[in-house]
């Protein structure tokens, strides 16, 4: 693999990761809540579902999901109820009257509450796969050797691991995490309002599915 294809594969990982979604929505509340270290471990379960899907797309696994299709339909379902546990914390959260029923609704700031919420956030989208098969089909190749594919993983896995703990820190700093939490009733109003949506969105998708 030669260097300009290289730094093509890491910018086609880093616009993905750095898309606007559910991920990036939940580092934040984690941050808010946990801190620096809550935002490193999510990062570090984050990067780990990435390498789930990729090591799959990568090395020709993923074809083995075509044949199970339940699997595909039992992780799209739980990411949905996954996706509404986290509206209904954030929601909960920014109705709370006092402080300390806003901390019966955050997210756990365990080392495994927080290694479970990034793994899961990726774990239960299956969509990655899609979107690494996208990507690696045009780098693969009939010839690709055991090293390329490892790079292509290993490069997928660590740009993405990077920019969340990057975005980690910068959530983390005072001013920007103080502005957060003087207005933390509104922002997870906000991000419950969004897990809303994608459920609804997820929901139609899920029973067009079943339907058809």
């Known amino acids: ?86 509206a209904y914390v954030m929601l909960s959260s920014s109705f709370a009257r006092s402080e300390s029923d806003q901390q019966k609704f955050q997210i756990s700031n365990t080392l495994f509450g927080n290694f479970g919420s990034g793994f899961l956030i990726v774990f239960l989208n299956p969509k990655i796969a899609l979107f690494f098969l996208a990507i690696f089909t045009q780098f693969l190749g009939n010839a690709s050797s055991f090293q390329e594919k490892a790079i292509m993983v290993s490069t997928a896995t660590i740009v993405d691991t990077s920019w969340y703990i990057f975005l980690t820190f910068i959530i983390a700093l ?12 509104v922002f997870e109003f906000t991000l419950g309002c969004f897990f809303i949506v994608l459920c609804l969105l997820l929901g139609h998708k899920i029973l067009a599915e079943i339907l058809v």
């Open 174 to 185: 005072p001013k920007f995490r103080k502005f957060l939490q003087s207005r933390a009733r």
């Open 1 to 86: 693999m030669t260097l300009i294809t290289w730094v093509l594969l890491a910018s086609a990982c880093l616009a993905g990761a750095a898309s606007p979604g559910p991920s990036i929505a939940l580092l934040s509340k984690t941050v808010l809540d946990g801190g620096r270290r809550a935002g490193v471990i999510f990062g570090l379960a984050h990067g780990l579902g990435i390498f789930f899907y990729a090591f799959l797309v990568a090395f020709g696994l993923s074809v083995t999901l075509s044949f199970i299709p339940f699997l595909i339909d039992f992780l799209n379902f739980a990411g949905l109820i996954f996706l509404l546990w986290l």
